[in-house]
C-alpha cells in the first residue's frame, strides 16, 4: 500500500440517487469511505439495502456517480476490489463450503489448487476449520454466515461491504466477529458494514453514516454526532457518597434539567442540559472537597441514543 | 409423530372454526388475482369462450358482417355438432379438446395449482400451517379448493355463461328446453373434470422440493400421459389405450355423461386411471406433508 | 514477488461456469437414476415391440416413440427445465448476487449455463432417443426393410438441435422473465399448437422448433403416408417440396434468442428478494 493509497478514499458516493419507478430509494447521498470501519445505520426500509447494492455495482445510480477504489462501482475492474456479504441467507445446497468458496474465487483468476488452498485457510481463520467439507445443506446459521463472510473476504478485495454480518451468529461468533472486521482496516482493507444490533455496531466502527427516508442524516464519529445535538438532554450517572445531600446541590446548577435517585446505594442519575458546562461544574464541585465523586458516567453518549434523537 | 423431533404436544384448545382452512381458498383465489399478470393470465385462458361468444353473435346477427359470412357460419353450424349453439358441444367441446382446452388448462394450472404446495415448502409456509389447528389434509382440501375455484373460471363457469348468453339470444326458448337438461349435467361432470385434474395437480405440487420441478412434473404429467397413451393405442392398435392419457381419461368422463361422441376411449379404464392417479399420489403426498419432510 | 491473478475473459469464464454448472447437477444418484429409467423405458419398449410387431413395422413403432415420447414430452420440457434452471435458477434463490460481484463479464455467464443445459438436453434426448431404438432392433424381424439406422440418425440430429434451440429459447425466457417456465409451458404447448393450425407457408412457424425438427424428421426418414399420419395427425399436409431448410431455421432461431439473452442479461438488475 502505498501512502497517498492510505488516504484515498475506496468508496465514495457523489451525490447518488435512485429511483425504483416513481420510488425514490436513495436522494442526493455523498460520502466517502477510507480505509477504515464505516457503520451504516438506519431503520428498516430506508435504503440501507439500496446502498449497499449500489456500492457492490449490483444497481446503477440513477442520478451521480458511485466509484470504489477511483472507478466506477459497475465495472469489471472496480468489481474485483469488493468483497460483498449480502444480508439474507441463500447459498447453494448441493456443494460444501469450501468448494463453493473455490468455485468463487476461481472467477478472480485464481488457479484450482491456489483457489481451494486460499479458500481452505479462509474458513479456518472464520472458525470452520472442522466443517470444511460437510455439504452446506447441513450448516447451522452461524456457519453459513462465516461461508458468506470468506466468500466477501477470500479474493483479499480492498474494500468489504457487510450487510447486516452479525445476524445468525452466536455471542461467542459476534465478538470474533467484530475482532476481525476490527482487523481488516490494518491490512489496508476499508469496511462498510450495516447492522441493527447499535451497541455491537458502536465497538467496531470508526465512523457512522446515518440514513432516514432515502437520504443522508449524519455522518461522522459518534462522539462528533452526540456534539452535533447539544439540545438533546444527557443523562449522567454518578456514584458519590452522600447523594442526597449532593442532589440537592446539583438541582442549583442551571444545567440540570432533574436528578434521580435509584435504587443502588450511593448511586444518581442526572439529566443535564449543556453536559460539556455540565462536567465542569462538577469538576470544581469535586475539587471543592464538599464531595467525593467516585465514578462519572455519560450514559447516552453512544449510537443507540444519537440514531434515536436524530431519527424520532 | 412430533416427538422424534423433540416437540411436546401443547395444552392448548384447537380452534373451534369448523374448516379452519377456508381462509386457504380465499388466499389461493386471490394468488392468482393479485397481480395484474394473474388477471392478464385468466383473461387469455377465457379467450376461447370468447371467440364462442363472438361466434354466437355473429350467427344470431347482433353483429353484422354480411349475409354471406352469416350463412356460411349457419351451414357450419349444422354440419359441425362443436359450432351448432343448440348442441352442448359448442359450450364442452372448447374445454375438452387439446388446443385450445389442454393448452389453456396447462396454463392456468402451471400459475396456480401446480406450484401450490410446492411453493409453500420453497418458502418455509408449511412449517407455519403446521403450527396452527390445520391438519395435512385440511390443508390440502384449501389449497385444492381454492386452485379448484380458480380453474373453474374457464372449465365450468365459462360454458354456463355462454350457454346463458345464447339461450338468450335465441330466437325462442326451444333452446333453453333442449339443452338444460344435459347442460346441467355436462356442467356437473365438468366440476368432477375440474376437481379431479386440479386435485392430481396439488396433490403431485406436494412432492418435488421446488415449484420449478412441480410445474414441470405436472407438465410432463399431462403431456407425458397424452404421448404415452397415443403411442401405445397406435403401437398396440387398441385404442381404448389413449385413456392412458390422464386428460383422455378426465375428458372422456365427461363426454360420456354429457352424451357427446366418444373417442374411442374406455369409461371403466378413464375411472380407474384417474382413481389410481389420485390414490398413489394421495400416499406419496401424505408421506411428503408430514412434519419430518415439511420442516426438512 | 507474484503477480496478482487476473479474471478470466468471456471464454474463460464461459468454460468455468459450464464446468461448475455441469459439476453442481451431474451427481453419481442422478446419473444412476437417469440410466435406470433409460433401462426400464428400453425393456417396455421391447415389450411393447414384442407384441406390436404382428400388426406394425418396427421402424413406424420407432418412428411413433420417437416423435411423440421424445420429441413432444420428453425432449420440450427437459429442456426448457434445464435452460430455465441454469440461468433463473439462482435469480430465484438469489445466489446469483455472489456471481455478479465477480470481475467478470456476465456475456461469459450466460454463455457457461446455456453451453451446460444444451450438453445437459442433448445427453438426455439422445439416451432417450437412442434407447428404444436398440430395444426395437434386438428384434430385426419386426422391421420390414431392415434395421433402419438412417431413421436413428435423423431423430438424433433433429433432437439435437431442437434441445439447444429449446435451451436457448428456455435461456431468453430465464433472464426476461419472472415466471419463465410458465412461459416455457405457453411457448411449448400454446405457441407451438397454434402454428400448428396455421398453412406450412406461414412465416409464423419459423418462430417454433417443432416444425422445423418436423421438417427435419420429414427429410430424413421420408415417411409413407400411414407413418405421416401416425406422427402428425393434426397437421396439414406438407410436401417434401416445402422442407426448406430447418437447419438453419433451428440454427437462427438459437443465435437470436441467445443473443436477446445476452443483451437482457447484461443489462438487467435482478433483484435480490425472494421470489415465489
Known sequence: ?312 | MTRGLGYRPLDGERSRHRFPWLPLVRHEWDSLLRTRWGVAVLLLCLLPAFGRLVWLTLLHGFLQLGDAVRTRMQSQAAGELAWNPDQVSFYVEPVLSVMPGMAFFLLLTSVGAARSVARDRASNALELYWTRSITPVGYLCGKWLGASMVVGAITIVAPMLLWGLAVLMADDWSRLQDTACPMLIATASLTLFTLVLVGAAVLLSALPRTPNAALVAWAGLLVGSKAVGVVFARALQWPELRTLSVWDAASALVRAASGLPERGTSLFGSAMVLAMLLLVLGLFAARRLRLQDALA | MTSAPQPPGVLGTAWLTAAQTLQAVVRVRRVVTLLLLVLGYAAVTFLLGNRAKEGMDLRVLYCTLAWWLVGTAILPFASMYFGVQAVHGDIEDRTSCYLFVRPIDRTGLLLGKWAAAAVLAVVTTCLTTAAPFFALAAQPGGWGDGVDMAALRTFVLAFALGAVAYVSVAVLFGALFRRPLVWSALFVVGLQMVTGNLPVSAGLRRLTITDPMRRLVLDGIEPDQRLTQLLWPAERRIGFDQIGQPVCDLLVLTCVTLLLAIWRYRRAEYDSRARD
Open chain 1, 1 to 312: 500500500m502505498r501512502p497517498d493509497d492510505a488516504l484515498a478514499p475506496v468508496l465514495a458516493f457523489e451525490r447518488v440517487t435512485r429511483w425504483y419507478g416513481h420510488v425514490v430509494a436513495l436522494m442526493d447521498v455523498s460520502f466517502e469511505v477510507g480505509r477504515e470501519v464505516v457503520g451504516l445505520v438506519g431503520q428498516n426500509g430506508v435504503g440501507k439495502s439500496t446502498l449497499m447494492k449500489l456500492a457492490a455495482g449490483l444497481l446503477r445510480p440513477s442520478q451521480g456517480q458511485v466509484r470504489v477504489c477511483g472507478r466506477d462501482a459497475t465495472t469489471r475492474a472496480a468489481r474485483s476490489e469488493v468483497g460483498y456479504c449480502p444480508d439474507f441467507e441463500a447459498l447453494p445446497e448441493g456443494c460444501s463450503g469450501a468448494h463453493y468458496v473455490t468455485n468463487l474465487l476461481r472467477y478472480h483468476g485464481h488457479g484450482a489448487r491456489s483457489a481451494a488452498e486460499r479458500a481452505r485457510a479462509v474458513l479456518q481463520e472464520l472458525g470452520l476449520g472442522q466443517h470444511l467439507d460437510r455439504s452446506i445443506g447441513e450448516y447451522s446459521k452461524g456457519m453459513r454466515q462465516r461461508v458468506r463472510l470468506a466468500q466477501a473476504l477470500a479474493h483479499e478485495p480492498r474494500f468489504v461491504l457487510l450487510d447486516e454480518p452479525m445476524t445468525g451468529l452466536d455471542p461467542v461468533a459476534r465478538s470474533e466477529l467484530a475482532v476481525t472486521i476490527r482487523a481488516l482496516p490494518a491490512r489496508g482493507i476499508g469496511v462498510l458494514v450495516s447492522s441493527h444490533v447499535l451497541h455491537e455496531l458502536e465497538s467496531v466502527v470508526d465512523r457512522v453514516v446515518l440514513v432516514h427516508q432515502g437520504r443522508l442524516l449524519a455522518s461522522g464519529r459518534i462522539g462528533e454526532l452526540r456534539r452535533l445535538v447539544p439540545e438533546l438532554p444527557q443523562r449522567v450517572r454518578l456514584v458519590a457518597a452522600r447523594q442526597r445531600e449532593l442532589a440537592a446541590c446539583l438541582l442549583q446548577l442551571p444545567q440540570v434539567v432533574a436528578v434521580n435517585l435509584t435504587d443502588r446505594d450511593q448511586e444518581l442519575q442526572v439529566t443535564v442540559q449543556q453536559p460539556r458546562e455540565f462536567l465542569r461544574e462538577l469538576t470544581r464541585l469535586g475539587a471543592s472537597g464538599s464531595f467525593v465523586i467516585e465514578a462519572v458516567q455519560m450514559m447516552d453518549d453512544n449510537l443507540a441514543s444519537v440514531f434515536g434523537h436524530l431519527v424520532g
